[in-house]
């Protein structure tokens, strides 16, 4: 019933591979700089897009598979710095693991673990019971949150352990019934995510709590199945946020609700992170409409909100890219969409197409690469007109983490495996 809902978050995953000598500061939604290319959930401005380089035309006969790994379940998506690929997994229902690679060879640098499974609800256990949250990186600082709402801050060169957060002792807070899904953000000195019964700010130094907001109530309705982005609107930085029963924008400084707006979803699968249009803010959820809100300056009284257009598309837990003012969206009922931002209105709509889609999209040449969660790999025009899958590879049989890429190389974080391939 919630088939893989906890991925997104996952509804972990998605982190792009760079090579050392590409050490490039990128401006991450607005927010602080990070060292790489992709260094946390859905790429550098989560929002899962590209740009500056050239992808092939094809798939086959010029993906190459460089290295794989064999390791236990999870959902999170790897991450890059320095060189290195550092992934997740769940071993033997009973430990989190951290292990770091090199780009090149996959050679083991160093592992990091601790105790930190759960089981979720009976009617939920097709999704497993494996990590879910994907980890932030900025060059120094591996963050990573596991199952149990602990968080953990490594040392990226060594693994070493500064500091760890334990946020339902620390706040007497319940665990989330489904596990930890959302994924941090490091923005200078802090560390931010929906986690601890709400939203939660940490300091990214030693851990301490900056503040917290958004109590969710707890319980098998409390806790998040998205993950939060940065953004500026009427002229003031905030973190836009996708609760399971709202919208709502917060102030870095003190977590002050700036605005709020309803969002209608089955069971409070309000899954997607929130995509920015602009300083409009794009909405899609389970059982519910897909949205575009102007936000005024308001108050958490929703006053400053207004709703530029709804279509009754309903997405489920597959974030979307927007390309030229276009959004291209994976739907609940297996489908494919694409809708102008301008109106609202679909462009066209595919036949069935998978359960769970990851997308990076490429601005400069308007394509698409997706993975499904059975992993079949389409690279897709992105043209208004019509669907044209220009090709599709088979890379996995089992692959919810996000989709990951950068320049030529393309990492899956499979179910059982991470594979790092390279596009001739």
Avoid at 12 to 30: D, K, M, Q, Y
Avoid at 236 to 245: E, G, H, I, P, S
Avoid at 266 to 272: Q, S
């Amino acid at each position: 019933m919630i088939r893989k809902l906890l991925v997104t978050g996952f509804l972990a995953i998605s982190f792009l591979v760079t090579s050392p000598s590409r050490s490039e500061e990128t401006a991450v939604a607005g927010a602080s700089t990070l060292v790489s290319n992709w260094s946390q959930w859905r790429g550098p401005q989560r929002d899962g897009l590209v740009s500056g380089t050239a992808w092939p035309d094809t798939l086959k006969d010029r993906l190459t598979l460089v290295w794989e790994k064999k390791l236990g379940p999870s959902y999170s998506g790897p991450v890059i710095s320095g060189g290195r690929v550092f992934t997740t997994e769940t071993v033997d229902k009973k430990l989190e693991r951290v292990t770091a690679y090199g780009l090149g060879d996959g050679t083991q640098a160093w592992t990091a673990e601790w105790e930190g499974s759960m089981a979720v609800p009976f009617f939920a256990a097709a999704n497993g019971d494996w990590i879910r949250s994907t980890p932030a990186c900025d060059g120094t600082h591996l963050v990573v949150v596991g199952m149990r709402d602990v968080v953990v801050c490594l040392d990226v060169a060594s693994g070493k352990e500064l500091w760890r957060a334990d946020l339902p002792q620390k706040l007497g807070t319940p665990l989330q019934a489904f596990g930890c899904c959302s994924s941090p953000i490091i923005d200078g000195d802090a560390v931010l995510l929906q986690s601890g019964g709400g939203l939660v700010k940490l300091s990214l130094a030693n851990g301490e709590l900056v503040w917290r907001t958004m109590d969710d109530g707890g319980g098998m309705n409390g806790g998040a199945f998205s993950s939060p982005i940065i953004a500026t609107i009427a002229g003031k930085r905030q973190l836009v946020v996708a609760a399971r029963d709202r919208l709502a924008g917060v102030t870095l400084e003190d977590g002050k609700e700036l605005w709020s707006e309803p969002i209608e979803s089955f069971r409070g699968m309000n899954i997607l992170t929130p995509v920015m249009v602009g300083e409009q803010v794009f909405s899609s959820a389970h059982s519910g409409r897909t949205r575009l809100f102007e936000i005024g300056v308001g108050t958490a009284s929703n006053s400053g909100v207004s709703q530029v257009w709804e279509n009754k598309a309903q997405a489920y837990m597959s974030s979307p890219v927007v390309i030229d003012g276009f959004a291209y969206m994976h739907l609940k009922n297996e489908r494919f969409v694409c809708i102008d931002l301008k109106t609202g209105e679909d462009r066209w709509t595919s036949t069935t197409l998978g359960k769970y889609w990851s997308m990076v999209g490429n601005v400069d040449e308007r394509k698409i690469l997706a993975l499904e969660s059975n992993g079949t790999l389409r690279l897709i025009a992105a043209d208004p007109a019509e669907l044209r899958v220009v090709d599709e590879q088979k890379v996995a049989d089992d692959a919810w983490a996000h989709l990951a890429v950068d320049g030529s190389t393309i990492v899956v974080r499979a179910l059982d495996a991470i594979r790092v391939y390279q596009w001739r």
